[in-house]
């Protein structure tokens, strides 16, 4: 799904995420006046409301601004380096993420789950 520089108004992150195919242009678009609104970012809002797979964000994003991305949930205490100091990673933001990522683990579990439903009662 490819977006024209000249006819979308979509840039950064947002083109990015249509350009992928993770989400289509018109919900960007409607997210981000959504998300301005509500005052909170974009990926926030994709990923509370929309119910976007953060991890398919997280990878765009990377891509699109040429860092790199790294998943917290490898880091094993044994393996840090000597006097890093794990303890002040803050866990209240790192149990926000996983509830947004759990949340919409499970909203897509039960979007698929209703197709399917739908599809059995179809056939």
Do not use: C, N, W
Not at 36 to 48: E, F, S, W
């Amino acid at each position: 799904m490819a977006v024209s520089a000249t006819t979308s108004p979509l840039a950064g992150l947002s083109r990015r995420l249509v350009q992928d195919g993770i989400i289509d242009e018109e919900t960007v678009l409607t997210a981000v006046k959504a998300a301005r609104k509500m005052k909170i970012g974009l990926v926030p809002y994709l990923v509370t409301e929309i119910k976007a797979d953060p991890r398919q964000i997280a990878i765009a994003a990377s891509h699109e601004f040429g860092v790199p991305l790294m998943d917290i949930e490898v880091l094993d205490r044994v393996d840090a380096a000597p006097g890093l100091e794990l303890d002040l990673i803050d866990r209240g933001k790192i149990s926000r993420v996983r509830y947004a990522e759990e949340q919409a683990f499970a909203a897509h579990h039960e979007r698929q789950r209703l197709v399917l439903a739908d599809q059995f009662l179809i056939d």
